[in-house]
């Protein structure tokens, strides 16, 4: 088992910037790839961002792209997504996931979110 917990979701004006963390105990040897999902109210839950726990592969979705950095610190096993030039339909719940396989979508374990609020 891994678990997952986030942290620094906020409050945050539009074209600000925050940074999420989420930090990964238990059986993290078992991690392929960590990702960030988002959910906006009446709204489906969605990929974000997804980063290989090696080799450092990163993927984004294209709403985020250029805008949202993902990166991971192996040793301190935490992850994050920085987000730049915030906007207001980036309001969501945040989710930190990890998945043991290869496939993109398919993610095993989840964080419990943080929310992220963008004020026009």
């Known amino acids: 088992q891994v678990q997952l917990v986030e942290s620094g979701g906020g409050l945050v004006q539009a074209g600000g910037s925050l940074r999420l963390s989420c930090a990964a105990s238990g059986r993290t040897g078992s991690i392929y790839a960590m990702g960030w999902f988002r959910q906006a109210p009446g709204k489906e839950r969605e990929f974000a961002a997804s980063?290989?726990?090696?080799?450092?592969?990163?993927d984004y979705a294209d709403s985020v792209k250029g805008r949202f950095t993902i990166s991971k610190d192996n040793a301190k096993n935490t992850l994050y997504l920085q987000m730049n030039s915030l906007k207001p339909e980036d309001t969501a719940v945040y989710y930190c996931?990890?998945?043991?396989?290869?496939?993109?979508?398919?993610?095993?374990?989840w964080g419990q979110g943080t929310q992220v609020t963008v004020s026009s």
């Open positions: 996931a990890a998945r043991r396989g290869r496939l993109r979508l398919a993610y095993d374990y």
């Open positions: 980063i290989s726990w090696n080799g450092g592969n990163t």
